[in-house]
């Protein structure tokens, strides 16, 4: 199956510093990739969608300067959370389309085990 | 309005009986796919099961069936013979009809599904 590799799983930096998250797609090539945000005990909350090669396109209400996207390749986007405060830790999960597959309906979504990010 | 609704906050099941957990949805589009996942305290999201609007029969995989009622846009989500591992949230989720770039999925709030030995 699918594999989507999601590094690191966890982090734990002090405000104002950037934290990156990778997002990897280990045995298919993903042209699009999505980035959720979890609170605790709620939904996952789409932040953004990066498609590789173009600029993400965000969610009403997700600051594109602070959540920054790269998808530069069909196999990685990495989400960048920058001058990270603590209102920012959260579970961020990625998830991957394989590329060449229809826009079906029942094209399914291979999730990466998710970053929990807490910002002192 | 909500597009997904799970009005189970919480579900506690007796291991080995089933378990049926709700997802209402709402969507004008004749074309849908609907999900469930189960994320465990781990984290990650494990795919279960899927129904598309035009399936004729219920979709099956393993323990997991899914009720699907389109005239009451309902698609519950029964386990049975339930595990200790089968505790978890599980997320309902819904794909729209497809267009450019439209893979994504909207999630329902989650139920917390417990199982007492």
């Known amino acids: 199956g699918a594999v989507v590799s999601q590094h690191p799983s966890w982090v734990i930096c002090k405000s104002g510093t950037s934290v990156k998250i990778e997002c990897r797609s280990l045995?298919?090539?993903?042209?699009?990739m999505f980035w959720y945000r979890q609170f605790p005990k709620q939904s996952l909350m789409l932040m953004a969608t990066?498609?590789?090669?173009?600029?993400?396109?965000?969610e009403q209400g997700v600051e594109k300067d602070k959540f920054l996207i790269n998808h530069a390749s069909l196999t990685l986007s990495t989400l960048t959370v920058t001058s990270a405060h603590p209102e920012d830790s959260s579970f961020y999960i990625c998830?991957?389309?394989?590329?060449?597959?229809?826009?079906?309906?029942?094209?399914?979504?291979?999730f990466g085990s998710g970053t929990q990010l807490s910002v002192l | 309005a909500q597009k997904i609704t799970q009005t189970q906050p919480g579900m506690f099941v007796q291991e080995k009986e089933a378990v049926t957990l709700d997802c209402t949805y709402d969507?004008?589009?004749?074309?849908?796919?609907l999900f469930w996942y189960k994320q465990p305290s781990s984290g990650e999201m494990i795919f279960l099961i899927y129904?598309?609007?035009?399936?004729?029969q219920n979709a099956t995989e393993g323990r997991y069936s899914l009720n699907f009622q389109k005239a009451r846009k309902s698609a519950n989500l029964v386990i049975s013979a339930s595990q200790l591992g089968d505790s978890a949230m599980y997320f309902c989720?819904?794909?729209?009809?497809?267009?450019?770039?439209?893979?994504?999925?909207?999630f329902g709030k989650g139920t917390k599904l417990s199982v007492i030995p």
């Open positions: 998830s991957a389309i394989r590329a060449g597959r229809g826009t079906a309906t029942n094209e399914k979504l291979f």
């Open positions: 045995d298919f090539q993903a042209t699009t």
């Open positions: 990066s498609n590789e090669g173009s600029k993400a396109t965000y």
């Open positions: 969507t004008s589009d004749p074309s849908y796919g």
């Open positions: 129904q598309g609007s035009y399936d004729q």
């Open positions: 989720a819904m794909r729209e009809a497809p267009g450019a770039g439209s893979y994504q999925l909207t």
